[in-house]
């Protein structure tokens, strides 16, 4: 019923910037924390950024400084700006969204985007 979609990954050279975006949509009634995954060839999906609803957040020590976290609780919406690009950040990138979805059964449940794919040539 709940359905995030991320777009804004590309071909990037290294040193460049990307700005990847998330909106969520359907049954929703209130999004408490939402963020950003990552999963390169090989490797497990690690954690980039989170931002709760008040706009409180945490970042991967391996981003700090270089990748901003922020959203839109109007449009359901969450963002990554990501500048400083290096070859390692090459990986698809997911967006995470926890979710309640109606008023008689509130309790959040996590939902997941298809991932968006970023490549950073060196």
């Known amino acids: 019923q709940v359905l995030l979609g991320e777009s804004g990954g590309d071909l990037v050279q290294a040193g460049g910037s990307l700005r990847l975006s998330c909106a969520a949509s359907?049954?929703?009634?209130?999004?408490?924390?939402m963020g950003w995954y990552r999963q390169a060839p090989g490797k497990q999906r690690e954690l980039v950024a989170v931002?709760?609803?008040?706009?409180?957040?945490n970042y991967a020590d391996s981003v700090k400084g270089r990748f901003t976290i922020s959203r839109d609780n109007a449009k359901n919406t969450v963002y990554l700006q990501m500048n400083s690009l290096k070859p390692e950040d090459t990986a698809v990138y997911y967006c995470?969204?926890?979710?309640?979805?109606?008023?008689?059964?509130?309790?959040?449940?996590?939902?997941w985007g298809q991932g968006t794919q970023v490549t950073v040539s060196s």
């Open positions: 995470n969204a926890d979710v309640i979805s109606d008023w008689l059964v509130p309790l959040p449940r996590g939902y």
């Open positions: 359907g049954s929703i009634v209130s999004i408490n924390a």
């Open positions: 931002i709760t609803r008040g706009g409180s957040t």
